[in-house]
């Protein structure tokens, strides 16, 4: 969650990977700044790379599955 909680972008309650980018960039109310929003490339990239650590996890849960029924 954001530290900008008082920002009213709206975007703080949200989890990753939909909250304010603030692990992707810098959030998008940065006082000074004024709001920046992720464009779509970069929410394609974030959520591309979200699956990705989808999918490994997946494949590690598979490999463990396997593992345990060959065990017996």
């Given at each position: 969650?954001?530290?900008?909680?008082?920002?009213?972008?709206?975007?703080h309650?949200?989890?990753a990977?939909?909250?304010?980018?603030h692990?992707?960039g810098?959030?998008?109310?940065?006082p000074?700044?004024g709001?920046?929003?992720?464009?779509?490339?970069?929410?394609?990239?974030?959520?591309?790379?979200?699956?990705?650590?989808?999918?490994a996890?997946?494949?590690?849960?598979?490999?463990r599955?396997?593992?345990?029924k060959?065990?017996?």
């Amino acid at each position: 969650m954001c530290h900008h909680s008082e920002c009213g972008c709206g975007q703080h309650a949200r989890p990753a990977p939909y909250h304010c980018g603030h692990h992707s960039g810098g959030c998008c109310c940065v006082p000074g700044h004024g709001r920046r929003f992720r464009t779509r490339e970069e929410m394609v990239e974030e959520l591309e790379g979200y699956m990705d650590q989808l999918k490994a996890e997946a494949k590690a849960v598979e490999e463990r599955i396997a593992e345990l029924k060959k065990q017996g």
